[in-house]
T-cell receptor, first 112, second 118 residues
């Protein structure tokens, strides 16, 4: 079993819909949680960064962390075709040299 | 552009040949990471450097792989005697150390070097 599990998708939604993504993890020692967006044949780019449990909002993006359930989520409001990409969750321990453990990624397709 | 740059972007080689990838991190970043990503999977950690010191290596980094960061600036990743299973995207990332001034320790990735072993 992988440390971080993520549904590979693809997840297809109409433009303007809310995209809901999530990851589960097994190691309760993870403290920092991130979401990266990766376009085809490009490197990942950081979208959201949260520490421990709670919510964080940035524009159309909301990240949630529930450490008790070992579950993190990313919501994208008013989705646009330009949001079509693979979304990777990532997490790390508090003192791990910033080394990240990634989920497998969820491919999202927003249809105009 | 002051982002992370990687070279070459794509390398096609025959099995058994050696290949080398180069990564130039963001100039003020003291940490540099190598990850490997295969199709449909998330990036997997290979190794990381703080300045010129290689601090951690994954068990994925077999003895055919070697990484260096000789002066704490750019880094190279060499794969000797390539195998078809080495075909992947090799990603480099850099960051400031934990709680660096103005930094959260977040990783900034390059565009990657895609390796195809025939």
């Amino acid at each position: 079993q992988k440390e971080v599990e993520q549904d590979p998708g693809p997840l297809s939604v109409p433009e303007g819909a809310i995209v809901s993504l999530n990851c589960t993890y097994s190691n309760s020692a993870f403290q920092y949680f991130m979401w990266y967006r990766q376009y085809s044949r490009k490197g990942p780019e950081l979208l959201m960064y949260t520490y421990s449990s709670g919510n964080k909002e940035d524009g159309r993006f909301t990240a949630q962390v529930d450490k008790s359930s070992k579950y993190i989520s990313l919501f994208i409001r008013d989705s646009q075709p330009s949001d079509s990409a693979t979304y990777l969750c990532a997490m790390r321990f508090k003192a791990a040299g910033n080394k990240l453990t990634f989920g497998g990624g969820t491919r999202v397709l927003v249809k105009p | 552009d002051t982002g992370v740059s990687q070279d070459p972007r794509h390398k096609i080689t025959k099995r058994g040949q050696n290949v080398t990838f180069r990564c130039d991190p963001i100039s003020e970043h003291n940490r540099l990471y190598w990850y490997r990503q295969t199709l449909g999977q998330g990036p997997e950690f290979l190794t990381y450097f703080q300045n010129e010191a290689q601090l951690e290596k994954s068990r994925l980094l077999s003895d055919r792989f070697s990484a260096e960061r000789p002066k704490g600036s750019f880094s190279t990743l060499e794969i000797q005697r390539t195998e078809q299973g080495d075909s992947a995207m090799y990603l480099c990332a850099s960051s400031l150390g934990l709680a660096g001034v103005g930094g959260t320790g977040e990783l900034f990735f390059g565009e990657g070097s895609r390796l195809t072993v025939l």
